[in-house]
T-cell receptor
């Protein structure tokens, strides 16, 4: 079963706009990770935020984590057509050596 | 370093047959995880191996099995294939900072 939900399920924006997607989860975590997937291919690791961190940046990506609300958000600034993909959040729980994925957000960036 | 290598990329099998998928992790990585991705169930954890030992297993029937060799290469086997086993099977190698590097996947179609 999946750990949580991602919102929205799909997002369509113009190139240059920002894209924000949210992820909620259910159990305690060690860290939360975001991945990108292009057209059913492998997952690409984007960013990892640990449970004791509240915000993290990597290039045009900004991730926030609110452990009290069990939620995270991913912001992609100044989006490009190449950002068109599905984005997944995944939680790494305190024990288990596994990732539990959300359902994903499909992002379409129109040129 | 080379990435995670999965073979074959595509596979078509008939119901009732068995299949073996292969994964070579990043050189030096001893943890290998397997995930199944379907449109209906999303990304689900199958199992994780570390130094030839299965450390965790997802909620899949016994028809799904795996193993890891001394060189960290891993195989997963699905016996008595069902139509519902059609999926993208992803293998991942865990990095030192707890992020995962995924292979490009094996797309299995059961007819």
């Amino acid at each position: 079963s999946q750990q949580g939900e991602e919102d929205p399920q799909a997002l369509s924006i113009q190139e240059g706009e920002n894209a924000t997607m949210n992820c909620s989860y259910k159990t305690s975590i060690n860290n939360l990770q975001w991945y990108r997937q292009n057209s059913g291919r492998g997952l690409v690791h984007l960013i990892l935020i640990r449970s004791n961190e509240r915000e993290k940046h990597s290039g045009r990506l900004r991730v926030t984590l609110d452990t009290s609300k069990k939620s995270s958000s991913l912001l992609i600034t100044a989006s490009r057509a190449a950002d068109t993909a599905s984005y997944f959040c995944a939680t790494d729980a305190a024990a288990g050596n596994k990732l539990t994925f959300g359902g994903g957000t499909r992002v379409l960036v129109k040129p | 370093k080379a990435g995670v290598t999965q073979t074959p990329r595509y596979l078509i099998k008939t119901r009732g047959q068995q299949v073996t998928l292969s994964c070579s992790p990043i050189s030096g990585h001893r943890s290998v995880s397997w995930y199944q991705q379907t449109p209906g169930q999303g990304l689900q954890f199958l199992f994780e191996y570390f130094s030839e030992t299965q450390r965790n297993k997802g909620n899949f029937p016994g028809r799904f099995s795996g193993r890891q060799f001394s060189n960290s290469r891993s195989e997963m086997n699905v016996s008595t294939l069902e139509l519902g086993d059609s999926a993208l099977y992803l293998c991942a190698s865990r990095t030192a900072n707890y992020g995962y590097t995924f292979g490009s996947g094996t797309r299995l179609t059961v007819v």
